[in-house]
């Protein structure tokens, strides 16, 4: 029986009973979430993401809800949860750690007027996008952001708005911060802190929003100089290597 591991989250009744969700990324485009009362055998259901946020809009209706993050914990096939994962005895429930009031980074996209086909803002949103996110994922396999853009076909530069947590990781950030920065006339992409203050697209300068992700420049340089939000460094010791000594 295969065991996958779901953020846990859990409602307490009044009268002493509770009521589980989970959540999972299943990194093919899709996440499925279980539910259902604790002690009993969980429903699921799995669904294909249409944006990236859609997961964080899920879990913070949940919150408004009342449940509260509980963990990770691990379902079977058959439903039942498993009370320690495959390799560890780490129990459900453990390090409780509430997120809906975790720092985040949000972003806006806009796009005005609709892009037509052959305009600079369709060319963006068709090619360059999915080029920058066929490069993230190269180093971050995981980056969700990326994998939407590839399976939208590039056409996934859409006004609308949300935010980025922890756990999105840095590639995301690096992404929207690219798009950023190559975004043709007619689409507008903007990042900002929690308190307001912008974030550009110039990477040297914005260390805060690396230290962020628990990050830094110089560890995500190579990705950075690839995508073209660093200019690459000459390496001196090639270009001496192949000069040849002259005497006078």
């Not at 846990?8 to 009973?17: A, I, L, T, V």
């Not at 963990?71 to 429930?93: C, E, H, L, R």
Request: proline fraction near 6%; aromatic fraction near 10%; charged fraction near 25%.
């Amino acid at each position: 029986m295969n065991l996958n591991p779901f953020d846990f989250y859990r409602f307490d009744n009044p009268d002493g009973s509770s009521k589980l969700w989970a959540l999972r990324y299943n990194h093919d485009g899709t996440f499925t979430t279980f539910w259902g009362k604790s002690g009993a055998k969980m429903s699921s259901n799995t669904k294909g993401i249409v944006h990236p946020d859609d997961m964080h809009k899920l879990i913070r209706s949940k919150q408004r809800k009342g449940y509260e993050h509980s963990g990770q914990a691990w379902i079977g096939d058959d439903g039942k949860i498993s009370n320690v994962p495959p390799t560890s005895s780490k129990p459900v429930g453990v390090d409780h750690q509430p997120t809906e009031n975790d720092p985040h980074i949000y972003w806006r996209i806009i796009k005005i007027p609709p892009p037509m086909v052959d305009s600079p803002a369709h060319h963006f949103s068709r090619g360059l996008a999915a080029g920058y996110a066929n490069a993230i994922l190269r180093t971050y396999p995981d980056c969700l952001w990326a994998e939407m853009i590839i399976h939208g076909h590039g056409d996934f530069v859409k006004p609308d708005a949300g935010c980025l947590s922890k756990e999105d990781g840095v590639a995301s950030l690096l992404l929207l911060m690219v798009l950023k920065k190559n975004a043709p006339e007619g689409i507008t992409v903007s990042l900002s802190h929690e308190d307001g203050v912008e974030i550009s697209d110039q990477l040297k300068l914005e260390t805060e929003a690396l230290s962020f992700f628990d990050t830094d420049l110089e560890s995500v340089r190579l990705i950075a100089e690839e995508i073209g939000l660093l200019v690459k460094r000459i390496d001196l010791s090639m270009i001496a290597s192949e000069q040849e000594d002259f005497y006078f």
